[in-house]
């Protein structure tokens, strides 16, 4: 009965380190995931920035809406800065809840990102009138997942992006569009695949796709006739009439 006894115990002690080990292994991939990320949010508004910032001297340069841009972008990787911060404590930066015009973060992320698609020989367009409309949310955040889709259509789409919003009582969605080869898997495959360390393809539609489930909306893949169509939705905050975040 006694070796019975030390059997059943040394077999719960062993069953308990290795539950402690698998979460501990867990908690570490997850910081690691944390830390990566917030690497991956430093280098590209620092690239934006740094060729916005070489544009300001040319003639057609609209000089204020650029530093605007720059401003932004270095504001993103000021908040990515804060993140590689926290990931040590296996937790993210501190998300913030405010009143965001649409319209201005994708105009934003137009001129943010239009010297970085010039360098890559691709044409970054603003398509059509993006109708005055808000969300409620980190702007800092929304325009890190905006700037994902972007980048990524420039890195891996053709030779035109399209950008654009929409908006009708309940919902924004914003759509970044590519003409190059398409997703090489679905939103959710890619986005899990950068999660579990995976792939690196995937990980700023992970990033885009956790900020938008956050801010209470999704990431999802348009139909498109060619290439890549992206889909940020977010509730809306605002009826599009009164104030922002307040009935008309």
């Known amino acids: 009965m006694l070796s019975l006894g030390l059997c059943a115990t040394g077999w719960l002690a062993g069953a308990a380190g290795g539950a402690a080990a698998v979460l501990l292994r867990r908690e570490l991939l997850r910081r690691g995931e944390l830390t990566v990320r917030a690497c991956h949010e430093v280098r590209g508004p620092l690239q934006a920035a740094r ?43 501190r998300h913030r809840s405010e009143a965001v015009d649409v319209a201005a973060l994708v105009r934003d ?35 890190q997942a905006c700037s994902n889709l972007v980048s990524n259509a420039i890195e891996h789409g053709g030779s035109t992006v399209e950008l654009r919003a929409r908006a009708d009582e309940s919902r924004v969605r914003i759509e970044v ?7 090489p898997a679905p939103v959710p495959a890619l986005a899990r695949r950068a999660r579990n360390g995976d792939g690196r393809r995937g990980r700023g539609l992970a990033i885009a796709a956790d900020i938008a489930a956050r801010h209470g909306g999704r990431l999802s893949a348009a139909p498109a006739a060619r290439g890549a169509r992206l889909a940020l939705e977010l509730p809306r905050a605002d009826t599009g009439r009164g104030e922002p975040g307040r009935p008309a």
């Open 109 to 143: 992320a137009a001129v943010a990102w239009r010297a970085t698609a010039t360098a890559a020989g691709v044409a970054l367009r603003l398509e059509g009138p993006v109708e005055a409309a808000v969300v409620r949310g980190d702007r800092l955040r929304l325009a």
């Open 177 to 183: 569009a590519d003409d190059g080869p398409g997703l």
């Open 51 to 93: 060729l916005g910032l070489h544009l300001l001297g040319q003639p057609e340069a609209q000089a204020g809406a650029r530093l605007a841009a720059v401003d932004l972008e270095l504001r993103r990787a000021a908040l990515a800065v804060e993140d590689l911060h926290a990931a040590r404590a296996g937790r993210a930066a």
